[in-house]
């Protein structure tokens, strides 16, 4: 066994570290056949046994049981707590939402909270290190799957991306130096891609590198980063609050009305952004009815609240309009004579980059290892390896893409992309929620379903509505927003009324069903619509280029995965027919 395993052999007797076109391509092209597949694949939806069992073994070895609930805890806080607060608060305080910053990031933290009990009810019914992924091939079926599976590769290569040109940036603050000092410049590539940057390759390879290694060593090291991390932001509540003056926080608390407080929260919803990789973790995790609720909301509630403090802390201490908006923390610490703090503050977010950059790794390999298994990418990058328990070669593929990306590409490119991509994944985890609950494929009815769809459709539509008024023309009049409201408090209401709940969860479930999915849905689409419209033509790009992969090669795949059984039993009747004896003619 230990010869095995040093050669890179698990249980299925074949060598880890080997390069085939079977491993990437297994079945054979058959694009005559699309249109047929392409119906076939529409109606379909995976089985929670399927996601969080028979797809396992694609990965020839297993995933290694080794977390709690306190490890996933651990693992939410280092994923969220990143450059953002320390980046947005100072931007947001001074264009957008003035000393009603908190408010903004209690919005955000509110919309994001209700996210995570989506998230939380789905992890422990189907405990597959897919996410959100697997959620959506159960209940929605394999193209929302594959969209959302496309948006998370994307989210996946943009966010690292990001986060490491973050991290060279804050590396130059804390050696006193311009943020792009440490960056190379070549004025014949075109303006937002013609700063390049190795500092931040190195950097995702390295958090890699010991993601690779295993699970259980990361947790550990982001545990101990987090302890770190938290001393770091007693000691910004501290001293902030040690110069507090509330006078700072008049003449007027809201200075740009509500509106401002709105635009604020999205924009600082990045700072919430990583949770979702926590349930990645699940079948990871020894208890995961137990661990990834407790864990995961545990983590985002603490942590909307210590950025609450945060943001209210340096609006008392500067008035917003002296903020300085790219280095707010240490300009305000400067003023208070606190010179020296900026670089407590240049550490912190150093080390919530860090963080965040060893519990992306392991996340979107778990994304990655998943959408592999089923194929809809090629099943070589769903091989976990028999010593470290990781899936090694999905780890790489991320890790390649996002030093790429990151090596070229401006963090304001970056950013609305991620942002999209995230709300849009949310959005439709929370719809997940709402049909798992409402609809069981064989015992719910089509009367039944008819008033599932009709009102889940109102909350959508309405949700929709309320975010186009809001960055429309009539934006300060009341009857758009009285008339999508009723819509949405209508459509909610109809299902906790009269639409009839098929299913109960077996461990956990998210409270108050149909109410807070259809917030959820509501305040991901409301914090979409803040977006601009480059971040929408990006995402429609991305999205048609992955609906081209999909219908060339995906549906495939994932056809021939799928009617893999039938066809294995159809062939076991055929052999049984062959070889039954040929009836004898009676003399």
């Not at 090694?392 to 090596?407: D, E, F, K, P, S």
């Amino acid at each position: 066994m230990a010869t095995a395993a040093a050669a890179g052999e698990g249980g299925s007797g074949r060598r880890y570290w080997r390069w085939s076109k079977a491993d990437f391509f297994p079945e054979p092209s058959a694009l005559t056949a699309t249109v047929p597949r392409l119906v076939d694949r529409v109606g379909s939806r995976s089985s929670e046994a399927a996601e969080a069992g028979t797809l396992r073994a694609v990965s020839e070895n297993p995933l290694r049981r080794c977390l709690s609930w306190l490890d996933l805890a651990f693992l939410g806080f280092g994923s969220v707590v990143g450059s953002g607060v320390f980046v947005l608060t100072g931007q947001e305080a001074r264009f957008d939402a003035g000393p009603a910053i908190p408010l903004a990031y209690a919005a955000a933290g509110f919309s994001a909270l209700l996210s995570s009990f989506c998230y939380a009810e789905l992890a422990t019914e189907i405990p597959s290190a897919g996410g959100s992924f697997s959620y959506l091939r159960v209940e929605l079926g394999d193209i929302a799957a594959f969209l959302a599976a496309g948006n998370i590769l994307l989210e996946a290569v943009v966010g690292a991306a990001g986060l490491g040109r973050s991290w060279t940036s804050y590396l130059a603050a804390l050696l006193g130096r311009d943020t792009d000092s440490l960056r190379i410049h070549v004025p014949a590539l075109a303006e937002g891609f013609n700063l390049l940057d190795p500092i931040a390759v190195v950097v995702l390879v390295s958090t890699s590198a010991v993601a690779m290694s295993g699970a259980r060593l990361t947790s550990t090291l982001n545990s101990l980063a987090s302890v770190v991390g938290i001393a770091i932001i007693a000691f910004v509540l501290a001293a902030g609050f040690s110069h507090f003056d509330a006078g700072n926080l008049a003449p007027s608390f809201f200075p740009f009305g509500a509106a401002g407080v709105f635009r604020a929260a999205g924009v600082v919803y990045w700072s919430y952004t990583g949770f979702d990789m926590v349930a990645t973790m699940a079948e990871e995790t020894k208890n995961p009815g137990r661990d990834v609720p407790l864990g995961l909301i545990s983590s985002m509630s603490s942590i909307t609240v210590v950025y609450c403090l945060m943001s209210l802390a340096l609006v008392g201490m500067q008035r917003y309009t002296e903020i300085d908006a790219n280095a707010a923390y240490s300009v305000a610490f400067a003023a208070a004579g606190m010179r020296w703090a900026r670089y407590v503050v240049a550490l912190g977010a150093l080390k919530g980059m860090t963080s965040g950059l060893l519990v992306g790794a392991l996340g979107q390999a778990r994304y990655t290892t998943q959408i592999a298994r089923t194929h809809m990418i090629p099943p070589y990058f769903a091989l976990v390896h028999p010593t470290t328990g990781t899936p090694i070669y999905a780890t790489v593929a991320v890790t390649l893409g996002a030093a790429c990306v990151a090596l070229f590409s401006s963090l304001d490119v970056l950013a609305s992309v991620s942002s999209i991509s995230t709300l849009f994944i949310f959005a439709l985890v929370a719809v997940a929620l709402l049909v798992r609950r409402y609809h069981v494929a064989g015992a719910t009815t089509p009367g039944q379903l008819r008033t599932f769809l009709a009102f889940l459709a109102l909350v959508v539509l309405s949700s929709i509505g309320v975010s186009a008024y809001y960055n429309s023309r009539y934006a300060r009049r009341w009857p758009g927003y009285a008339a999508f409201g009723c819509g949405w408090a209508a459509g909610a209401a109809g299902l906790a009324a009269c639409a009839e709940k098929q299913r109960a969860p077996r461990v956990y479930g998210a409270p108050l069903v149909p109410w807070l999915p259809a917030m959820s849905i509501a305040t991901n689409l409301f914090l979409m619509g803040s977006l601009g419209t480059a971040a929408y033509a990006r995402f429609g790009i991305c999205t048609a280029a992955m609906l081209v992969y999909y219908v060339l090669f995906g549906v495939h795949a994932t056809y021939d995965v799928a009617h893999a059984d039938d066809a294995a039993a159809d062939n076991l009747e055929h052999g049984k027919i062959a070889a039954a004896p040929a009836p004898t003619t009676p003399a």
